[in-house]
């Protein structure tokens, strides 16, 4: 509601031209904040805005700015305000958005940044999508091996202004080998010795990642050892750059979505749900829709090859969505945790056999369980207590198969290098329908022949 209430006086400042108050505005808060009174503004006159602060924390406010908007910025505004701005927003994000504009405006854009920005930008861009190059930063604080702490820390007070973190501090040597870390703590608490060596700080055990590695699994490195950036290199151990902690999470985030979205059997989207077209969206999520749907006609199909049975004892037939749920629901549970559980890194594919034997067991006691609860609506509706079994028997079964079904596929898809979460709950449950109704009638034909 107060974003609201300060729009007209926002208004009334870019109309009069009133600068002073307008870089006020900026500076007073924290960029979140003035980009969130920003919300009601359309897209030029938060331009405007912007131009009142200087570049530094122009790039900072911009970086809070929804995706839409800032894509409608930088698509529509000045080349060279523009231009200006990009060289002051990290690499790896200057990557991302012009990655979604149109290749004339980028090469106008790029044309007017300053030449060793406009080479990080080309670089990055040479990186494959979901690679950790395509979202390391070149923005590091790099010194090198042969510095004195007194030189380091002068070196330092000049990059600081344009480096996105300075937790660490990477070691190189004359050719951009990467030799060590040293922590800024450390480097400060050294003041009193400030002819000692830069080599003689640092850490050589260093955690790093290849440029070509899986952005999924950097996250999990970085998660690992708890850090705040890790370093990228290349096959010759090149300093290139570095993945903060803020791209991780956005990592995590993006790899969460992709998963939740095949989950629940749609194709991944690659924009946002509210930015995604309706025929996109459509199209997405019929296209598993479709495959689901034949694999439900799967099901008829079989109900359609045992009609005889169903037909003489037909009392089965009131058995049939408890048979064919208990199975796919205890496959979902089991696929859920499996792929949850690869995502985090707590299982590995290598891990079958130990998962097979904990599903077993836990497959054979909740079958144990529901079939316990299904006894007693099987004596009340079969004709006899004897064909009564045939219910709490099935179930037993295809719950032990659910499970078994549900922690299999996801490790068999993650084996010949597929997206687990492919093997989603609705391809599990249409699995174990089909499988629920050839027990179930087996069973029945078993018994009651």
Same mark, same amino acid.
């Given at each position: 509601m107060i974003n609201t209430l300060f729009l007209p006086e926002l208004r009334e400042m870019l109309s009069e031209g009133n600068s002073g108050a307008l870089q006020e505005f900026c500076t007073a808060l924290h960029p979140a904040r003035t980009a969130e009174f920003m919300e009601g503004l359309d897209a030029h006159e938060a331009w405007q805005v912007l131009q009142h602060a200087d570049l530094v924390l122009r790039a900072e406010i911009f970086s809070y700015f929804e995706h839409s908007r800032k894509l409608e910025m =930088?698509? #529509?505004?000045?080349?060279r305000e523009v231009a200006d701005l990009i060289t002051h927003v990290p690499a790896d994000d200057a990557v991302d958005i012009l990655g979604e504009l149109d290749e004339r405006r980028v090469d106008q854009l790029l044309a007017l940044v300053p030449a060793p920005d406009r080479r990080d930008i080309r670089r990055l861009q040479t990186f494959p999508e979901g690679t950790a190059g395509s979202i390391m930063t070149t923005e590091a604080a790099c010194l090198d091996e042969k510095l004195t702490v007194k030189q380091a820390l002068e070196q330092l007070s000049r990059q600081a202004e344009r480096l996105e973190t300075i937790y660490y501090i990477y070691v190189v040597d004359s050719t951009n080998h990467l030799r060590g870390v040293v922590s800024t703590r450390k480097l400060v608490s050294s003041f009193g010795k400030l002819d000692r060596k830069i080599a003689d700080l640092m850490d050589t055990d260093i955690v790093t990642v290849n440029a070509n590695d899986d952005q999924q699994d950097v996250a999990h490195v970085v998660a690992k050892y708890d850090l705040l950036a890790i370093p990228v290199v290349d096959a010759q151990r090149h300093m290139l750059g570095i993945i903060t902690h803020d791209d991780v999470i956005d990592v995590v985030l993006e790899e969460a979505t992709e998963d939740v979205q095949r989950i629940a059997a749609v194709e991944p989207l690659d924009d946002s749900y509210a930015r995604t077209p309706i025929l996109t969206l459509t199209w997405k999520r019929g296209m598993? +829709? !479709?495959i689901l749907f034949f694999a439900g006609l799967i099901t008829a199909l079989a109900l359609r090859r045992y009609e005889p049975v169903l037909d003489q004892f037909t009392w +089965? $037939?009131? %058995? *049939?969505? +408890? $048979? *064919? !749920?208990? @199975? @796919?629901? #205890?496959?979902a549970q089991s696929s859920t945790l499996i792929i949850a559980a690869m995502a985090t890194g707590d299982i590995k594919a @290598?891990?079958? %056999?130990? *998962? $097979?034997?904990r599903e077993i067991a836990t497959g054979c006691l909740l079958g144990i369980f529901l079939a316990s609860l299904s006894l007693l609506p099987a004596m009340l509706l079969a004709p006899t207590i004897t064909t009564s079994y045939i219910v709490p028997i099935t179930i037993f079964l295809v719950v032990l198969c659910g499970t078994l079904s549900g922690s299999i596929l996801p490790l068999l898809f993650k084996h010949v290098g597929w997206d687990p979460a492919l093997m989603s709950n609705p391809f599990v449950a249409g699995i174990n329908d089909i499988l629920g109704i050839v027990v179930y009638v087996n069973i029945s034909l =078993? =018994? +009651? @022949?």
């Amino acid at each position: 509601m107060i974003n609201t209430l300060f729009l007209p006086e926002l208004r009334e400042m870019l109309s009069e031209g009133n600068s002073g108050a307008l870089q006020e505005f900026c500076t007073a808060l924290h960029p979140a904040r003035t980009a969130e009174f920003m919300e009601g503004l359309d897209a030029h006159e938060a331009w405007q805005v912007l131009q009142h602060a200087d570049l530094v924390l122009r790039a900072e406010i911009f970086s809070y700015f929804e995706h839409s908007r800032k894509l409608e910025m =930088l698509a #529509s505004e000045d080349e060279r305000e523009v231009a200006d701005l990009i060289t002051h927003v990290p690499a790896d994000d200057a990557v991302d958005i012009l990655g979604e504009l149109d290749e004339r405006r980028v090469d106008q854009l790029l044309a007017l940044v300053p030449a060793p920005d406009r080479r990080d930008i080309r670089r990055l861009q040479t990186f494959p999508e979901g690679t950790a190059g395509s979202i390391m930063t070149t923005e590091a604080a790099c010194l090198d091996e042969k510095l004195t702490v007194k030189q380091a820390l002068e070196q330092l007070s000049r990059q600081a202004e344009r480096l996105e973190t300075i937790y660490y501090i990477y070691v190189v040597d004359s050719t951009n080998h990467l030799r060590g870390v040293v922590s800024t703590r450390k480097l400060v608490s050294s003041f009193g010795k400030l002819d000692r060596k830069i080599a003689d700080l640092m850490d050589t055990d260093i955690v790093t990642v290849n440029a070509n590695d899986d952005q999924q699994d950097v996250a999990h490195v970085v998660a690992k050892y708890d850090l705040l950036a890790i370093p990228v290199v290349d096959a010759q151990r090149h300093m290139l750059g570095i993945i903060t902690h803020d791209d991780v999470i956005d990592v995590v985030l993006e790899e969460a979505t992709e998963d939740v979205q095949r989950i629940a059997a749609v194709e991944p989207l690659d924009d946002s749900y509210a930015r995604t077209p309706i025929l996109t969206l459509t199209w997405k999520r019929g296209m598993w +829709l !479709g495959i689901l749907f034949f694999a439900g006609l799967i099901t008829a199909l079989a109900l359609r090859r045992y009609e005889p049975v169903l037909d003489q004892f037909t009392w +089965l $037939v009131y %058995f *049939i969505p +408890l $048979v *064919i !749920g208990s @199975g @796919g629901n #205890s496959g979902a549970q089991s696929s859920t945790l499996i792929i949850a559980a690869m995502a985090t890194g707590d299982i590995k594919a @290598g891990d079958w %056999f130990t *998962i $097979v034997n904990r599903e077993i067991a836990t497959g054979c006691l909740l079958g144990i369980f529901l079939a316990s609860l299904s006894l007693l609506p099987a004596m009340l509706l079969a004709p006899t207590i004897t064909t009564s079994y045939i219910v709490p028997i099935t179930i037993f079964l295809v719950v032990l198969c659910g499970t078994l079904s549900g922690s299999i596929l996801p490790l068999l898809f993650k084996h010949v290098g597929w997206d687990p979460a492919l093997m989603s709950n609705p391809f599990v449950a249409g699995i174990n329908d089909i499988l629920g109704i050839v027990v179930y009638v087996n069973i029945s034909l =078993l =018994l +009651l @022949g």
